[in-house]
């Protein structure tokens, strides 16, 4: 069932907190080489080309065919990919020391050309979702094969985790020609990563094999990973136990208790980059009325939503900054426990329509939440949709509340730019403050983190104080898998890297 | 239904006065039991706000999941500390009332295009029966979760939907029964006097349809209630809060290791409800067709 | 007879016309937004502008519509709006995973059905009979997600009898293949076999009260050579045409089973591309669904004719 709005994953994701530790996998034993790992994928995909790709779970199977030109550890902390020195320190021109003696996976070499073939193709190519990640870049020169100028139009901090994903992927160009229009669907031999494309049974299973040439000696150790796409999560539990899946990202929050309590599985889980919660339309009665949107604020209870909807995993929300970002600020709670009567005084008597889909979980905390609402003389109407009309008609802000949450991004910009600054893609609100647009500029175009972090400070206690958005909870990102997968390492951007798995 | 069922459906004998309801439902045994059995439903529905325990709606969250046979509580209750027994028998205003309007849409409209296209022929019927062809050649739950999905999940819209998909199997039945009648002496005779068309409907079209329809028309609810079912187990039917059996399978599916009865019970709760539906429709059949007596 | 079936066989295009009509009105005026569902979390105004220029969704309605009318006729069924897969190659590859299903759950639906419709009927009035019908009648009163989910449950999950989910192609593997086919098909059969076994039934019926079968009782012929060499022979005609149109329907008919089991089908792609606007596959499914069921409905209909004389189509 296509139930996977961007909300209910990050929802879901909100497993048990203080679960497992932090990044490391279980290490019991020497690795053993061999066997196929099989993982389950919240939804099907439509396309294995980065270039044009936009959903989740594309980007859960990119990681394991291509590599990116830089790469994070689990703290999320920029470390060398493909590239393997940078100085960054001219901002309009960022030079880049490539990675010798790695070839694609059809043969052909990466090399400074190939870089440039990339970029030019992620910013020209019609259908290329990527151009707005890359509208800082002017263009790349090629000094030689291992050496690469990125001339920048504008000053911009976020390019190096920008590169860490989609953008930055290399591909085999060879490939690409050689696949024509069906690429998208067969990218054979495309990538350098731990493993290779090898089929592709839409709705059924997507398959990879051991990339003999990987570039980094004695990895992989899995002959193959297997992906399965099975948009339920109880569907996907049920696959767990019956040994027909080995590893999966998300489960429903009631089942996490008895799967922490069996012996054949294990589950870990960190807190991951996003955020919950429901965003009001401030272009519109009756949020237009910034006192309106604080009182809904005050008066949702966040700690009664992570226990009875997400089973305490996860921490309670209260901006976009999460704790697993270096941009964090814990003082920024405005509103932390519900507070009835300060909502009542704030004002009150009023109602609204909130928009969510069908989803059972949705469906669940929309109600609880109604009833929260109640206790400060604020009436909630649920509205439930289709998921393409609900998606349509908060993205054409045609809504007065509407559930959505945010998967996050690795720079802290990823996860307040496009949400409030004036016009940004994500302002559904349609929230515009001068102020915060200065203060998010700045911090997009300056090298220096402490100055940075000040902008943000900033930012969020606004954007928070001012209630465009409702923040609910943090979410995590969860590993359940059963024993005999070892050696995973869980990092918060949800994403599955197989390389060093095996299997055993 | 194919054109030949139609045709041999249509070619039953004709009772001139239809036969009394009352005196079928005492003299044959089966159709009393599923007339009783439907009944008992029917009072379920009507009672529920006075015979349920609690509120279906109140929720509850520091009560949720107790098991069955707890105080207070006979069935237990569900994810949201909701009464399980209350929603159940509330289940039955929501189910039996879908049943009745996607019937109604189906036997009004299907029913009107049949009457027009028997009575009118020529190029009109063409036309119209081409339309009904089309109709019944789309995929009826594609076009049923098609249609929810244009007009926006919720009860109102899924009876429509379902109605929708009804009207084809409607306006061939009572086409038939049209064609059927129109060259005979009486009507041909009444014509010529100059009597109305309207005078023609009621008095002879209508008590001929009884007989076929009145079968049809109980299949079809139980049809109709496992179709809302469906679209409720999809997301697309009744919504949150509405006690609505379908949309609990969706929900109580995901708990099946932990608390069974919350899929379990709506489960048999439709499976109970279609089965009197189908009982009373075969059994009326069996009645009602002369080839089939002992 | 001829004319009969060329003039039907005529019909079917107007017909299928009309359906094509009615479901690209029908997804194209939905509320919702493919270029949305396509870029997800990569909406800007631009992409989802370039989108809709792509897809020429900012054409007139009519437009849109004679565009594809016109590729379908050259035999072009267009591309995925969300994969940019052929429409007619998704669909191929994913007909195999319905017909197994659909043929396996009619196979299943007939091993319950005939042996009991000809008990029930052989029995007729009995208490046998009374007991069988009614556990048909319920077998199509229960939902069928319900009898999958509960099949899942016991015999998947917690039994490990049978894997959960996964199609397996038959020719690759014809014996796991069967296992993960089986529950799938047997919440599929389950109301199938009612329908089958009360056809069956009245059909067995009808045919042993026939003069030649009494004849042969009178003659002294065994009971089982009546029953199984005569009558059930003839009986079984009509079931074959009520089969055919249970074929004609294979694709509707899986839609809430592959849901249920996530199985890859061709019913699981319908309801789907739906609920993501994708609306060239929509359309392409609809229209082979219809004319699958336009032509088993002629087939059956010319095997009816062919055999009850009762009906003529003069």
């Given at each position: 069932?296509?139930r996977?709005a961007?909300?209910?994953?990050?929802l879901?994701?909100?497993?048990?907190?203080?679960?497992?530790?932090?990044?490391?996998?279980?290490?019991?034993?020497?690795?053993?080489?061999?066997?196929?790992?099989?993982?389950?994928?919240?939804?099907?995909?439509?396309?294995l080309?980065?270039?044009?790709?936009?959903?989740?779970?594309?980007?859960?199977v990119?990681?394991?065919?291509?590599?990116s030109l830089?790469?994070?550890?689990?703290?999320?902390k920029?470390?060398?990919?493909?590239?393997t020195?940078w100085?960054?320190?001219?901002?309009?021109?960022?030079?880049?020391?490539?990675?010798?003696?790695?070839?694609?996976?059809?043969?052909?070499?990466f090399?400074?050309?190939s870089?440039?073939?990339?970029?030019?193709?992620?910013?020209?190519?019609?259908?290329?979702?990527?151009?707005?990640?890359?509208?800082?870049?002017?263009?790349?020169?090629?000094?030689?094969?291992?050496h690469?100028?990125?001339h920048?139009?504008?000053p911009?901090?976020t390019?190096?985790?920008?590169?860490?994903?989609?953008?930055?992927?290399?591909?085999s160009?060879?490939?690409?020609?050689?696949?024509?229009?069906?690429?998208?669907?067969?990218?054979?031999?495309?990538?350098?990563?731990?493993f290779?494309?090898?089929e592709?049974?839409?709705?059924?299973?997507?398959?990879?094999?051991?990339?003999p040439?990987?570039?980094?000696?004695?990895?992989?150790?899995?002959?193959?990973?297997?992906y399965?796409?099975?948009?339920?999560?109880?569907?996907?539990?049920?696959?767990?136990?019956t040994g027909?899946?080995?590893?999966?990202?998300?489960?429903?929050?009631?089942?996490v208790?008895?799967?922490?309590?069996?012996?054949?599985?294990?589950y870990?889980?960190?807190?991951?980059?996003?955020?919950?919660?429901?965003?009001?339309?401030?272009g519109?009665?009756?949020?237009?009325d910034?006192?309106?949107?604080?009182?809904?604020?005050?008066?949702i209870?966040?700690?009664?939503?992570?226990?009875?909807?997400?089973?305490?995993?996860?921490?309670?929300?209260?901006?976009?900054?999460?704790p697993?970002s270096?941009?964090?600020?814990s003082t920024?709670?405005?509103?932390?426990?519900?507070d009835?009567?300060?909502?009542?005084?704030?004002?009150?008597?009023?109602?609204?329509?909130?928009?969510?889909?069908?989803?059972?979980?949705?469906?669940?905390?929309?109600?609880l939440m109604?009833?929260?609402?109640?206790?400060?003389?604020?009436?909630?109407?649920?509205q439930?949709?289709?998921?393409?009309?609900?998606?349509?008609e908060?993205a054409?802000?045609?809504?007065?509340?509407c559930?959505?949450?945010?998967?996050?991004?690795?720079?802290?910009?990823?996860?307040?730019?496009?949400?409030?600054?004036?016009?940004?893609?994500?302002?559904?609100s349609?929230?515009?403050?001068?102020?915060?647009?200065?203060?998010?500029?700045?911090?997009?175009?300056?090298?220096?983190?402490?100055?940075?972090?000040?902008?943000?400070?900033?930012?969020?206690?606004?954007?928070?104080?001012?209630?465009?958005?409702?923040?609910?909870?943090?979410?995590?990102?969860?590993?359940?898998?059963d024993?005999?997968?070892?050696n995973?390492?869980?990092?918060?951007?949800?994403?599955?890297?197989?390389?060093?798995?095996?299997?055993? | 239904?194919?054109?030949?069922?139609?045709?041999?459906?249509?070619?039953?004998?004709?009772?001139?006065?239809?036969?009394?309801l009352?005196?079928?439902?005492?003299?044959?045994?089966?159709?009393t039991?599923a007339?009783?059995?439907?009944?008992?439903?029917?009072?379920?529905?009507?009672?529920?706000p006075?015979?349920?325990?609690?509120?279906?709606l109140?929720?509850n969250?520091?009560?949720?999941?107790?098991?069955?046979l707890?105080?207070?509580?006979?069935?237990g209750?569900?994810?949201?500390?909701?009464?399980?027994?209350?929603?159940?028998?509330?289940?039955?205003?929501?189910?039996?009332?879908?049943?009745?309007?996607?019937?109604?849409?189906?036997l009004?409209?299907?029913?009107?295009?049949?009457?027009i296209?028997?009575?009118?022929?020529?190029?009109?019927?063409l036309?119209?029966?081409?339309?009904?062809?089309?109709?019944?050649?789309?995929?009826?739950?594609i076009?049923?979760?098609?249609?929810?999905?244009?007009?926006?999940?919720g009860?109102?819209?899924?009876?429509?939907?379902?109605?929708i998909?009804?009207?084809?199997l409607?306006?061939?039945?009572?086409?038939?029964?049209?064609?059927?009648?129109?060259?005979m002496?009486?009507?041909v005779?009444?014509?010529?006097?100059?009597?109305?068309?309207?005078?023609?409907v009621?008095?002879?079209?209508?008590?001929?349809?009884?007989?076929p329809i009145?079968?049809q028309?109980?299949?079809?609810?139980?049809?109709?209630?496992?179709?809302?079912?469906?679209?409720?187990?999809?997301g697309?039917?009744?919504?949150?809060?509405?006690?609505?059996?379908?949309?609990?399978?969706n929900?109580?599916a995901?708990?099946?290791?932990?608390?069974?009865w919350l899929?379990?019970?709506?489960?048999?709760?439709?499976?109970?409800?279609?089965?009197?539906?189908?009982?009373l429709?075969?059994?009326l059949?069996?009645?009602?067709?002369?080839r089939?007596?002992? | 007879?001829?004319a009969?079936?060329?003039?039907?066989?005529?019909?079917?295009v107007?017909?299928?016309?009309?359906?094509?009509?009615?479901?690209?009105?029908?997804?194209?005026?939905?509320?919702?937004?493919?270029?949305?569902?396509?870029l997800?979390?990569?909406?800007?105004?631009?992409?989802?502008?370039?989108?809709h220029?792509?897809?020429g969704?900012?054409?007139?309605?009519?437009?849109?519509?004679?565009?594809?009318?016109?590729?379908?006729?050259?035999?072009?069924?267009?591309?995925?709006?969300?994969?940019?897969?052929?429409?007619?190659?998704?669909i191929?590859?994913?007909?195999?995973?319905?017909?197994?299903?659909?043929?396996?759950?009619?196979?299943?639906?007939?091993?319950?059905a005939i042996?009991?419709?000809?008990?029930?009927?052989?029995?007729?009035?009995?208490?046998?009979?009374?007991?069988v019908?009614g556990?048909?009648?319920?077998?199509?009163?229960?939902?069928?997600?319900?009898?999958?989910?509960?099949?899942?449950?016991v015999?998947?999950?917690t039994?490990?009898?049978?894997?959960?989910?996964?199609?397996?192609?038959?020719?690759?593997n014809?014996?796991?293949?069967?296992?993960?086919?089986?529950?799938?098909?047997?919440?599929?059969?389950?109301?199938?076999?009612?329908?089958?076994?009360?056809?069956?039934?009245?059909?067995m019926?009808?045919?042993?009260?026939?003069?030649y079968?009494?004849?042969?009782?009178?003659?002294?012929a065994?009971?089982?050579?009546?029953?199984?060499?005569?009558?059930?022979?003839?009986?079984?005609?009509?079931?074959v045409?009520?089969?055919?149109?249970?074929?004609?329907?294979?694709?509707?008919?899986?839609?809430v089973?592959e849901?249920?089991f996530?199985?890859?089908?061709?019913g699981?792609?319908?309801?789907?591309?739906?609920?993501?606007?994708?609306?060239?596959?929509?359309?392409?499914?609809?229209?082979?669904?219809?004319?699958?069921?336009?032509?088993?409905?002629?087939?059956v209909?010319?095997?009816?004719?062919?055999?009850?004389?009762?009906?003529?189509y003069?």
């Open positions: 069932m296509r996977v961007l909300g209910f994953i990050s879901l994701l909100i497993a048990a907190c203080g679960g497992g530790g932090g990044g490391g996998g279980t290490n019991a034993g020497t690795p053993q080489r061999g066997g196929t790992a099989t993982v389950a994928l919240e939804s099907e995909l439509h396309t080309d980065p270039m044009d790709s936009s959903l989740l779970v594309e980007r859960e990119f990681y394991n065919i291509y590599d830089f790469t994070i550890d689990p703290s999320l920029i470390k060398a990919g493909l590239v020195q100085d960054v320190s001219d901002p309009l021109n960022y030079k880049f020391t490539l990675r010798s003696g790695v070839k694609y996976q059809d043969g052909t070499p090399n400074g050309a870089v440039k073939a990339n970029i030019d193709r992620y910013k020209t190519a019609t259908t290329s979702r990527r151009k707005s990640d890359l509208a800082s870049v002017a263009s790349v020169e090629v000094t030689d094969d291992t690469v100028i990125f920048l139009k504008k911009d901090a390019l190096l985790a920008t590169l860490v994903d989609r953008a930055g992927m290399m591909l160009i060879d490939a690409v020609n050689k696949g024509g229009q069906n690429f998208s669907l067969s990218p054979v031999g495309a990538g350098s990563g731990p290779q494309f090898v592709w049974m839409r709705n059924d299973h997507l398959t990879l094999k051991k990339n040439s990987y570039w980094r000696a004695g990895f992989p150790y899995l002959d193959g990973v297997t399965r796409a099975i948009p339920d999560v109880n569907a996907i539990l049920s696959a767990l136990k027909d899946i080995d590893i999966a990202r998300v489960i429903a929050g009631k089942d208790a008895s799967v922490k309590a069996d012996s054949n599985f294990i870990k889980d960190v807190p991951a980059i996003g955020f919950n919660g429901f965003e009001l339309n401030a519109a009665p009756p949020f237009n910034p006192a309106k949107r604080q009182a809904v604020a005050l008066a209870d966040r700690y009664s939503i992570l226990k009875n909807i997400d089973f305490n995993i996860g921490v309670v929300g209260y901006g976009p900054i999460p697993s270096w941009a964090f600020d920024e709670k405005i509103y932390d426990h519900a009835a009567s300060k909502a009542k005084s704030t004002a009150t008597g009023f109602t609204f329509t909130y928009k969510t889909t069908s989803d059972p979980v949705n469906q669940q905390l929309a109600q109604q009833s929260e609402l109640t206790a400060a003389g604020i009436t909630m109407q649920i439930t949709e289709e998921f393409a009309t609900y998606q349509q908060c054409n802000h045609q809504f007065q509340a559930g959505v949450s945010w998967s996050g991004r690795i720079d802290p910009d990823g996860n307040m730019y496009a949400w409030w600054h004036t016009g940004g893609s994500f302002n559904d349609l929230y515009s403050n001068p102020q915060v647009d200065q203060w998010l500029d700045d911090a997009r175009t300056s090298a220096d983190q402490a100055k940075r972090k000040a902008d943000y400070d900033n930012a969020q206690k606004q954007i928070v104080q001012d209630a465009p958005y409702v923040f609910t909870t943090f979410g995590v990102s969860a590993q359940i898998s024993t005999k997968i070892h995973f390492t869980l990092y918060p951007d949800l994403m599955i890297r197989m390389a060093e798995v095996w299997k055993g | 239904m194919s054109n030949a069922t139609v045709i041999v459906a249509a070619q039953q004998p004709f009772r001139r006065t239809p036969v009394e009352l005196d079928l439902v005492r003299s044959h045994r089966r159709v039991v007339a009783l059995l439907l009944g008992l439903l029917v009072l379920v529905a009507l009672l529920s006075v015979i349920s325990p609690h509120d279906p109140a929720v969250p520091d009560n949720s999941y107790l098991p069955p707890s105080p207070g509580h006979l069935l209750t569900d994810e949201l500390g909701r009464d399980l027994l209350s929603r159940i028998l509330w289940g039955a205003r929501v189910s039996l009332p879908v049943a009745l309007v996607a019937v109604a849409v189906g009004i409209g299907g029913g009107t295009i049949g009457m296209s028997g009575y009118a022929g020529g190029a009109v019927d036309l119209l029966m081409r339309l009904m062809d089309a109709l019944l050649a789309f995929p009826g739950l076009l049923a979760i098609a249609l929810v999905a244009a007009l926006g999940p009860l109102r819209n899924a009876m429509i939907a379902i109605g998909v009804a009207v084809p409607y306006a061939r039945l009572v086409r038939a029964v049209v064609l059927q009648l129109k060259p002496e009486f009507i005779a009444t014509r010529s006097i100059g009597a109305s068309p309207l005078r023609l009621v008095r002879h079209l209508i008590p001929n349809l009884v007989n009145i079968v028309v109980s299949l079809s609810a139980g049809f109709a209630i496992l179709a809302e079912a469906t679209l409720s187990f999809l697309l039917g009744a919504q949150l809060p509405t006690p609505d059996w379908g949309q609990m399978i929900t109580g995901a708990f099946l290791t932990n608390d069974p899929a379990i019970v709506p489960g048999a709760a439709i499976s109970v409800t279609v089965y009197s539906f189908n009982l429709g075969d059994a059949r069996d009645a009602l067709d002369p089939l007596r002992t | 007879m001829t009969y079936i060329l003039r039907r066989l005529l019909l079917m107007p017909v299928a016309f009309l359906v094509t009509v009615g479901v690209f009105m029908l997804i194209h005026l939905s509320p919702g937004d493919p270029a949305l569902v396509i997800g979390e990569d909406r800007t105004p631009q992409a989802i502008a370039a989108i220029q792509q897809l969704l900012d054409q007139p309605l009519y437009v849109q519509y004679g565009i594809w009318l016109g590729h379908i006729v050259h035999g072009d069924w267009g591309r995925s709006i969300t994969t940019h897969e052929p429409v007619a190659a998704a191929t590859e994913r007909l195999p995973a319905t017909l197994e299903l659909g043929i396996v759950a009619l196979v299943w639906s007939l091993l319950v042996p009991l419709g000809t008990i029930a009927a052989v029995r007729r009035g009995s208490l046998t009979d009374q007991v019908t556990i048909t009648v319920a077998g199509v009163s229960i939902p069928n997600f319900f009898i999958g989910i509960v099949l899942i449950f015999l998947s999950v039994l490990r009898l049978f894997p959960f989910g996964g199609y397996v192609p038959l020719l690759q014809p014996l796991e293949s069967l296992r993960h086919v089986a529950l799938p098909a047997i919440a599929l059969g389950t109301a199938g076999a009612a329908i089958n076994m009360r056809f069956t039934r009245s059909s019926i009808e045919v042993l009260n026939l003069d079968i009494r004849t042969a009782w009178a003659k002294g065994s009971w089982r050579r009546v029953v199984f060499v005569h009558a059930l022979k003839n009986a079984l005609i009509p079931v045409t009520i089969v055919g149109i249970q074929i004609g329907g294979i694709i509707e008919g899986a839609v089973t849901t249920v996530t199985w890859p089908g061709v699981r792609l319908a309801v789907e591309s739906i609920f993501n606007r994708d609306y060239t596959v929509v359309q392409g499914i609809v229209l082979l669904a219809a004319f699958s069921y336009m032509l088993a409905n002629l087939l209909d010319v095997a009816y004719a062919w055999l009850d004389p009762r009906i003529s003069a």
